[in-house]
């Protein structure tokens, strides 16, 4: 597909991903809206990008918020790509405690919310806008980018939570390119495996690989967030690319 003329949302777009996704969306002459919660980073990124962004505070579990946001990129440009890869927290609790303490059932719901809700109502507002838009060479009329993980496949203990929401992304996808193929609507998830992101605070680079060598067969290190960039731009541009997940790894299994 085409990008150059487009517009793209990016929710997360001013996280490690995000940040990487709209520097490559951006490097290809799309139009992008940062939709994200932190307003020093994406203010910054804002103030170094120029025109070509805009920043809409945007919380994902909000749905006015997001149909605001994809309006705004609309507005911009037609919109052609939205990308979802928010974060948010994760319980990290086993299901009963060492104690014997019970899951809060509001914990669980509301990790679903954030991570499974909020990709569906990104890709699912995205797409309705995008549907209404001209539609390119071989009736293609855009792309939705999906994030899940490899927890979505192989969760951790202390897991549940995360690794429910993460496989939902991956089961929706099928369906949800099935579902707008005729509108010309492609839909692709990445599950990514370990990448030095903002997830993992300030912990020194070096040490962080050093930690991951031992559980990634190659190469031994951390991901980095330009390789999701580069993958979810390859998405973008390659229109037989639809209704799979892709594990980006480097053969990681947890
Ligand atoms: N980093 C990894 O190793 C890894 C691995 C697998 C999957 N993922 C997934 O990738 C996605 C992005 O993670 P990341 O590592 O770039 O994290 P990150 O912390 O660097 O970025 C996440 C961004 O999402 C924003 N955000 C949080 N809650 C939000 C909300 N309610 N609405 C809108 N924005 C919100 C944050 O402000 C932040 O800028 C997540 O879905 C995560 O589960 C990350």
């Known amino acids: 597909m085409e990008l150059s003329g487009a517009s793209a949302i990016v929710t997360g777009g001013a996280g490690g991903f995000g940040e990487a996704t709209v520097r490559r969306l951006v490097d290809k002459g799309v139009k992008v809206v940062i939709a994200d919660l ?11 990008l120029g025109s070509s962004v805009q920043y809409v505070r945007t919380d994902v579990t909000d749905e006015q918020n997001v149909i605001e946001a994809i309006n705004v990129a609309q507005e911009m440009a037609p919109l052609r790509v939205a990308v979802a890869v928010h974060g948010g927290p994760a319980a990290g609790k086993r299901l009963v405690g060492r104690n014997g303490e019970t899951y809060p059932v509001e914990t669980f719901r509301r990790t679903v919310e954030i991570f499974l809700v909020g990709n569906f109502t990104v890709l699912s507002r995205a797409a309705a806008v995008m549907s209404q838009n001209e539609a390119l060479e071989d009736n293609q009329r855009g792309v939705c980018i999906g994030t899940a993980s490899i927890a979505g496949f192989e969760g951790q203990v202390g897991q549940s939570d995360y690794s429910a929401a993460k496989g939902g992304v991956i089961g929706m996808t099928l369906t949800a390119a099935r579902d707008l193929g005729p509108a010309g609507i492609r839909v692709m998830t990445i599950a990514p495996g370990t990448f030095h992101t903002y997830a993992y605070g300030d912990v020194p680079i070096d040490q962080l690989n050093e930690r991951f060598a031992a559980l990634i067969p190659n190469p031994k290190r951390m991901g980095r967030a330009d390789e999701y960039a ?10 037989f690319l639809n209704g799979y997940t892709i594990r980006l790894d480097g053969a990681q299994r947890f």
Request: proline content about 0%.
């Open 38 to 48: 932190h307003d020093e980073r994406a203010n910054a990124l804002t103030k170094e």
């Open 230 to 239: 580069q993958l979810a731009l390859q998405i973008c541009e390659n229109d």
